[in-house]
């Protein structure tokens, strides 16, 4: 998982917010950082996503969409741009209660 090109991660929800792993790619993709930055403060994957991609995102996390289908959105870099993702999440469920998202997101920009 350490080499992928693709961003795996585990987001806790939770009893609180953090990232139970997030892979070393996401500095290839996004910028050198960005892994450290997102380990030291879990909301900054709502300032780094695209304002109209926002709403998405809450509702991945939190519950809410269709988890079986791809998520599409955009990704801001340390640069300032943002590049294209698609994404397959799977909920994390204790007690039936949504705890967790695991997923992989890959980069399909140049697409």
């Known amino acids: 998982m ?3 090109k693709d961003i795996i991660y585990c987001y806790e929800s939770n009893p609180s917010s953090k990232f139970r792993y997030l892979s070393p790619s996401i500095n290839t993709l996004l910028g050198q950082g960005v892994l450290e930055e997102a380990y030291n403060d879990p909301s900054s994957p709502f300032e780094r996503i695209h304002p109209d991609d926002l709403e998405l995102l809450n509702e991945k996390i ?6 079986t289908k791809p998520v599409i959105q955009r990704w801001r870099t ?3 741009d943002f590049l294209w993702f698609e994404e397959y999440a799977t ?3 204790e007690k039936e209660q949504l705890v967790a998202v695991q997923g992989i997101i ?3 920009d140049e697409r």
């Open 2 to 4: 350490e080499s992928s």
């Open 62 to 67: 939190y519950g809410g969409i269709d988890y």
């Open 78 to 80: 340390i640069e300032g």
């Open 91 to 93: 909920p994390i469920y």
């Open 106 to 108: 890959r980069n399909f």
